[in-house]
């Protein structure tokens, strides 16, 4: 069998880490391959290596049995390799077409003028034949996050390359979405394309790829056939210890009302939303994507505001305006937008950590930062999260995935909240700290802080929520308490399939 | 275009230009005569044209600060020049030496990496400095040659050659903005430039191109402006960059790149004279035309961050 692709001895140091040591496998033509590993494993640094975006240190890349020297994208095109990055690569304000062939715009023979019916002609076939229903000549701006991946995927098979890259397509697919995926990447397969596949989630692994390499602090721990493999042993292989099984042991009852919310209306968003939370009660937000389920999170924390609608917290209504209210209610917001709305990547793991207390342990009348009160409120998070990091001054961008979000935990509760709002807290970091976040969540509700998350991780919300509401269309259409409660008994719900009924409180 | 915000927020500065136009007409009749409106077209002729080439700069996430020294070191190069060459010869010289620094403008920013701002910041003091070199700091006067009178006073089919040429230059960005594969690549680097270079694009070449665009463009404002003058001297155009750079982004023009509004910067720039001439027919001195002008800008913007939260708040 020819080899697709052949790395041999692969190498590639940054400052101060050994990103990729010695590692080497094949990939059959016509596979489906996993990658996986923790974050900062190596996987991202070895698929830029294949993409032309770094060059390897040492050892070589072979491409259909021939020697590659792949220095830039250009080179790695040429060799019929095409990549779907994790980070949306796509020009907003371009419309669909334009992104799909910006490097091969159609124009008249005798002018540098666009051709725009031949554009949008060739972007609506590639795109039906994928089955992608997208319009051409829609702005990318105005595309939902999840077709916009699903854009991005188009645009890496646009090339009839022969070796497809896949780093986390799914990170923000739709269920519907994923499906039509592993149809894509059947398809591909059929004919006689590899496909490197790089994710965190088991389900897909198990799913669609033949065979796993698992990476490991920059090595390679194994390749072995997918069907020989369990979720279990695959998780093994990566962390290469025993993880705890996440277990939530019920946490102390409590009947204090931590939070109540009556009517909460956001024309166009969410509509009469009403529920009560109880303090230290762990609670669920479930439903797809644009249901408003982040919006009413986001409206909690003075982020967006709200058109009516009462708030009350330990019996008191307050008013939440801006986040500075929610602050000082004792409110903690973690973002799903780690990168662009969490982390000040370029300041240091102190500064982020401290940075919503920054004014109240400031000395001289708020006019000097006391660096030891902030090594203290570091020192205790660090011990409490077991947040890793090189030194305090590092650049919070250096951390891993997992680091990054405790960071955001540790801010949100270094200013002592009572509580505490999450959005995707789990997504894109890896299984073991995964597990981590899980542990600290139920370790938080015992000390009597609230939660409030939203997953789209519906394994998730089970496991460690007490109890799960469910957003459709901007309204709640269920209340149901997780141990009685299913993956199905949440969808009915998420998709309006099922209004609720005498099961829900 | 998603309904009447979008389209608002597109056409919003020809709705202040037309408020402004209407206030100023009620206060002083004599701004809509026939001979103030070619007076008006005219004057704003040589920032427009300049704005045409910085709406590329700006929609590609940019800014070249350099136009000011370019525009002093065309009316320079056309000064010593049109005695020898004649009018149409030093204009072609005057083109090519602001191609020239506008590439190398565009070198700098892409070959040492440098950020616009900064690269052209430093180049607009080069510039400058050669402007001033070439004449020895004194003036280059063309009472003599009176056939460089033709770019103000002259005209083609009709039109004054000045607002011939502003219509030129604009039909033209607006079709290379809209219809070329450049126009898409330029509006593509400023919406996300790694994006960009991982599509293919020639961020690199693109990025060149626009600088040699805004320094032809800038060359051409000069030579109306020689032309007007009647002297090259490297002091004239002090300023001249924020100018232009007010007129793109008051057109609409986004400051965080991707999105240009090529017939708005003409509106602008048009906005920008009528202010100008109807603060002059109002008899208002020059410190208190300053404070006028700035209000209005701060209004105008302000009124347009509006708009576009109103929107952002409706999606």
């Not at chain 1, 955001?408 to 270094?414: G, M, N, Q, V, W």
């Not at chain 1, 959005?423 to 995964?434: F, H, Q, S």
């Not at chain 2, 040492?112 to 001033?132: C, E, K, W």
Request: hydrophobic share 50%; glycine share 10%; aromatic share 6%.
């Amino acid at each position: 069998m020819t080899q697709a692709i052949e790395l041999r001895h692969i190498t590639k140091t940054f400052p101060g880490v050994a990103a990729l040591s010695d590692v080497s496998f094949d990939v059959p033509r016509g596979e489906v391959h996993a990658v996986v590993g923790e974050n900062g494993a190596g996987k991202s640094t070895l698929m830029k290596i294949l993409g032309g975006i770094y060059r390897p240190d040492r050892g070589e890349v072979l491409i259909d049995g021939q020697l590659a020297h792949i220095r830039s994208i250009h080179d790695s095109v040429a060799h019929g390799i095409s990549v779907v990055y994790q980070e949306f690569n796509l020009m907003p304000e371009l419309t669909v077409a334009e992104n799909l062939y910006a490097a091969d715009l159609p124009t008249l023979p005798w002018l540098p003028v666009l051709r725009r019916r031949p554009l949008h002609a060739r972007a609506g076939a590639l795109l039906a034949g994928l089955g992608l229903d997208l319009d051409p000549r829609a702005l990318v701006k105005d595309l939902s996050v999840s077709r916009r991946q699903m854009l991005e995927i188009a645009k890496a098979l646009r090339l009839d390359a022969s070796i497809l890259i896949m780093d986390e397509p799914t990170a923000s697919l739709a269920d519907a979405e994923v499906e039509k995926l592993y149809e894509i990447i059947r398809g591909l397969r059929a004919r006689g394309k590899t496909v490197l596949y790089i994710s965190h989630r088991m389900k897909e692994i198990f799913d669609v790829t033949d065979r796993v390499t698992v990476l490991r602090d920059g090595r390679r721990v194994g390749t072995e056939l997918t069907s020989a493999l369990t979720p279990d042993s695959v998780v093994r292989m990566m962390v290469g210890r025993e993880v705890k099984r996440f277990s939530s042991e019920g946490p102390a009852a409590s009947t204090e009302e931590a939070l109540a919310v009556s009517g909460l209306t956001r024309r166009g968003e969410f509509e009469d939303v009403s529920f009560r939370v109880r303090k230290g009660e762990i609670v669920g937000i479930a439903g797809l994507m644009g249901s408003g389920r982040e919006e009413i999170l986001k409206s909690l924390y003075g982020l967006l505001p709200l058109d009516s609608g009462k708030v009350r917290i330990e019996g008191r209504e307050v008013r939440i305006e801006r986040p500075e209210d929610a602050i000082q209610l004792g409110i903690g917001f973690v973002t799903e937008d780690r990168k662009d709305a969490g982390i000040f990547p370029l300041m240091s793991v102190r500064e982020n950590v401290s940075l919503n207390v920054i004014q109240r342990i400031a000395r001289l009348a708020g006019l000097y930062v006391d660096e030891r009160r902030e090594r203290g409120i570091l020192a205790e998070y660090t011990r409490f999260l077991n947040l890793r990091y090189a030194s305090e001054a590092q650049p919070v961008m250096y951390l891993s995935g997992g680091n990054q979000q405790k960071v955001l935990l540790a801010r949100a509760l270094a200013a002592r909240c009572k509580i505490l709002l999450l959005l995707e807290p789990t997504r894109g970091i890896d299984v073991g700290a995964k597990g981590e976040v899980y542990q600290l969540m139920a370790e938080l509700s015992r000390q009597g802080i609230t939660l409030l998350m939203v997953s789209s991780d519906l394994p998730e919300l089970l496991a460690v929520c007490e109890r799960i509401l469910v957003v459709w269309q901007g309204r709640i259409t269920g209340d149901l308490v997780a141990g009685q409660a299913d993956e199905a008994a949440i969808m009915l719900r998420a998709t309006g399939t099922q209004a609720p009924l005498h099961g829900d409180r | 275009m998603r309904g009447p915000a979008r389209l608002l927020e597109s056409y919003f500065v020809y709705l202040v230009a037309a408020v402004t136009l209407a206030v100023f007409a009620l206060l002083t009749p004599n701004i809509l005569t026939g001979a103030n409106i070619i007076n008006l077209l005219t004057n704003a002729a040589t920032v427009a044209i300049a704005a045409a080439g910085m709406t590329f700069a700006i929609t590609a996430g940019g800014f070249d600060l350099s136009i000011g020294s370019i525009l002093a070191l065309t009316t320079c190069v056309l000064g010593k020049l049109v005695p020898h060459l004649g009018a149409w010869g030093a204009v072609a010289v005057a083109l090519l030496v602001g191609g020239v620094l506008g590439a190398v403008n565009g070198l700098i920013v892409t070959r040492l990496r440098i950020q616009t701002f900064v690269a052209t910041l430093s180049t607009m003091i080069v510039y400058r400095g050669l402007a001033l070199i070439y004449t020895a700091g004194r003036d280059a006067t063309l009472y003599a040659n009176l056939d460089v009178k033709y770019f103000t006073a002259g005209a083609l089919l009709g039109v004054p050659f000045p607002i011939a040429l502003t219509l030129l230059v604009f039909l033209t960005a607006y079709a290379v903005y809209r219809w070329t594969p450049f126009g898409v690549f330029v509006r593509g680097i400023g919406s996300n430039q790694v994006a960009a270079q991982v599509s293919g694009i020639p961020v690199d070449a693109v990025l060149i191109g626009v600088f040699v665009v805004t320094a032809t463009t800038t060359v051409l404002s000069g030579t109306l402006l020689t032309s007007q003058l009647l002297t090259g001297n490297g002091r004239v155009g002090l300023g001249f960059e924020l100018e232009v750079i007010t007129a793109t982004i008051l057109g609409g023009t986004s400051l965080s790149g991707g999105r240009g509004n090529v017939w708005g910067t003409l509106v602008a720039a048009l906005l920008l004279t009528i202010i100008a001439n109807g603060l002059n027919l109002l008899g208002l001195a020059d410190p208190y035309q300053r404070l006028a002008k700035g209000l209005i800008f701060i209004v105008a913007l302000a009124l347009d961050s509006l708009l576009r939260l109103l929107r952002e708040r409706r999606r």
